[in-house]
């Protein structure tokens, strides 16, 4: 679609160049000098509305009022010429030149950032504990214009091959003989060692594929490994002096050797690995110059984290190890940010950030002058202040941080109102009085209660040609770092459930019972710190029609012509107890397509990764592959072994390496952190003689885990392109009342037209979302409220060159790559060693940014002595707790809503 005006006027043909002009200059089109990318044609593939609202959602002006807009224009051009040659004749300085932003031209110090380690060599032993080593370089990026160096080694060591030696003078059993390398005890006699492996995921039992089966005494070569069915065999080993050790790079045993009995089969339940979870995490200090500071973290897992390091501004301190990091004596070298990170033989973990303040010469941490904090009184209410009468009214607040004083210096205070004042507020046919900030201090911290997740779930279908989302019912599991896992359900399409205030990162998965409609699915919710709230609007993929298969024979699928195929092995299929399926099986295949904006919003989990130093990092997609499985009733079954992946690297727009190789990777989703796990390279199949073959395709040999059947088609995004986006979301269409707990989506799109992914952001208190995106790139964002209707603001709050268009109810821009990011007053601002997320959250609205409004039914809280916080569930009611007068009263309200909402 092309952005022309479709009536020619006189003005156009007596004036051509300069109507060409006024129409690039033309209203809401939001276009820059200098940028001519900007005017292309709108790229609307994303299926987007095209008009373009105002700040208030009025439509685009008519055409008369147009052709008098671009009159306008033609005189501003005309003006701005003359303007440009009087600065050139007089020497005029250009005007707002410290907001222009040459491309190309940042002389910012960038710090130096470690490469992934390099494989690790084999081990220097076969037994007897050996030594394994691994490199990196600080090449990710280099130091450049006077930034640090990496700190850290550049190498690391480990034992390997920590078993004995075999022993030649060990005996064996009646009958039996030691082996020619002298490692076990061999025995003709005996029967086979025969067993099954399986791993029990609440009442589903899933046999376990590839698991190496070692027997003690060889533990350098596996004597056997399980099949599809989980069951292996061992033969001409003497069962009495046997004893089996079952490894898997996922899985592990609850104990460390089986003893095989003289008579019986080897039965073993292995336990899935699950990184670090924090138990506790370091939280933001102030303190004054000499003070002791101490931090704390402590982490859970399996296998249980075994290693505690400490990081400050990104950088390890190599003197600090253990779950406790105390400063003693601080001074304002010790400003700044600091992280944890717990470490187990399976993965690593970082934990949240803590900002260290040090306060010189004060008897009191906290601004005495309060904050502005507007509220809007009820219909038919007013104030008077100054002699001037006001329907809203500054009540102030004192932001509830951290705090220290040098009269009490006790743990647990932060700062809130100490002085406050009355306001009379005189309405229809009620008077009220309402409390106002006068002056704030270091008190007591309000205590946070339980932080409330709700949202809205649904499934996206096609109704009447158009596509729509119905409120379903669903059973879902929440599990996350302080949060008990439990189960709940849906209630008419609305869900619900508590978390702890610090709980930070919660996986919510949704799953399906016998006959549901959608496919399962996972996804994920941060609490910010000091919101009560959070909401979350999530569509599930409804299920496509389903495509038979025959357990016994095995089959061939794909979702469109266009995915890629995954081929079912024979009798691969079991049921809830894990045992072959020979039944029916409907197959229900899915593929969200990286050419679908829609598609790839919708896509479980998150677009990132935990990479081998705990680290979450991006990555860029080029399709997600969906596959469900039921019997004829409805049953769901589940897909046991190994299955192959076949893909055409060229027809998915997948890139090569310098060697001919696609560059990215297959992923496999974990149920438990929403994030995604590399499973295998791709590589092209390969010929005798090292040469490519002539066809495109790749195929790829995988296990598809449980319980969550998704494969990912990805690769990394480079660490050094990570930047925070800055987002403001308001409450009223005056730009003037934070909101908070509103989710929001930015969804990325490359030059050639492939949607990468996205990354999710929650405003906090503050209304303000500081979401992780990739620089350089075009991004979509997306508010998700339950109730309300996102309205982006005209102009936003940004500088000059900035490329963006407002489409409906969501913002198209291009960000900045990382080279011209040149400060950090955003709204992008380079994001090295998390310096800039740090920045965007502890920032205020002077920064530039995006601007939404989301106009609801908002009654904001009336603040009172006795509750620190104005937005708190109960900060309306007037008289304390323990006040003998406090009353309840009942009241009729009617309330009308659409259907889509729930009252």
Known sequence: ?????????????????????????????????????????????????TTIDDDKGRPRVSESKRLFLHVIGVVVIISAVIGVVLAIVFGLPPKDKEETRPAGSSTLPVDGQWSDWDPWSSCSKTCGKGTKWRTRKCSDPEPLNGGRNCIGKSTERDDCATWKCPDCSKSCPGGGRLSADCSVCECNSNGPIRGRVVYVYNTTTLPLDDVHVYVVGREWSPHATTDRTGRFSITGLCRKSTKLIFLHDDYLTDKAQYQVSSTGDVNVDMIKKVSPKFLSEPQDATVFVGDTVTFHCHATGVPLPDKYEWFKDGSILEDKMGKTLQIKSASSENIGLYRCRASSKFAKKFSKIAYLQVKENAVDTCDVTPTPFDVTLPPGCNVTLDGAVLTNVNVRECPPEPCVSRSEKTAGRCCGPIETSDVKVLCERYNFTMKRVVRCGCAECEKDGDVDVTGRVGVRRTVDGKSRVILVNASLVVSGNDVDPEDCNTTGGFFSFSATPDAGRITVRFYQDDNTDFLPQVIVIEVSRGVSSVTRDVVLQAKPKPQPLDPNKGGAFKASSTSPTVKIPPNSIVDADGNPYNGTVNVFPTFADPLDMESIAEAPGEFSFENEEGESQALQTNGVIGLSFESDTGAPLQLSGKTTLTLDPDALGIGKTADGQPDSYVWTLDAETGKWKMAAPLTYAKRRRKRNVATNSVTVSLVIPYPLPYINLDKPALRRVRCTLIIQVYADLAFTQPLSDISLQVVTKSPNGIFLGYTMGYTNDKGRACVTIMCGYQHFIVLKPVLGEPRPHRTHHLPRGTVYKNLAHRVMFTSPSVDDILDDRGPVIRDTNWQGWWKCYSGDESQYHFKFAVPIIYFPGFLIPEVQKPRHRLSWYLQPLNTATRRACMVQVRIEASDLHRV
């Open 1 to 49: 679609m092309e952005w022309t005006w479709s009536t020619e006027k006189p003005v156009k043909r007596v004036f051509p160049t300069l109507y060409t002009w006024a129409d690039m200059f033309g209203p809401r089109l939001h276009r820059f000098p200098g940028r001519p990318t900007a005017f292309q044609t709108p790229d609307m593939s994303d299926g987007s509305e």
